[in-house]
């Protein structure tokens, strides 16, 4: 029905630049919201970044200053650059995108299947 793919994750050393996207695909009407959320091991999933349609960005404090979410809504993709990597920055990274599809009434959640990113000290 909807798809949601991510890529760009890899290995960097700290102080380095990764740029993630990803893309959604399927019986898409329209994407709400749409961004990123993190799970390192043993830890709950959290947020990092996410960007309205209209463009308002929202940031974890501890990326803040150091990552920048854009979109192009045309495409139904969303870019996470993230600069000034650390250790603590290492986790699974996790696309979401909430959608209004063409084929059911309502908005739903959807989720990639992860991109992992690790940084070295």
């Known amino acids: 029905q909807v798809q949601v793919v991510e890529s760009g994750g890899g290995l960097v050393q700290a102080g380095g630049s990764l740029r993630l996207s990803c893309v959604a695909s399927?019986?898409?009407?329209?994407?709400?919201?749409m961004g990123w959320y993190r799970q390192a091991p043993g830890s709950q999933r959290d947020l990092v970044a996410m960007q309205t349609s209209g463009g308002r960005s929202n940031y974890a404090d501890s990326v803040k200053g150091r990552f920048t979410i854009s979109r192009d809504n045309a495409k139904n993709t969303v870019y996470l650059q993230m600069n000034s990597l650390k250790p603590e920055d290492t986790a699974v990274y996790y696309c979401?995108?909430?959608?209004?599809?063409?084929?059911?009434?309502?908005?739903?959640?959807?989720w990639g299947q992860g991109t992992q990113v690790t940084v070295s000290s």
């Open positions: 399927g019986s898409i009407g329209s994407i709400n919201s």
């Open positions: 979401y995108a909430e959608v209004t599809t063409l084929v059911r009434r309502g908005v739903y959640a959807y």
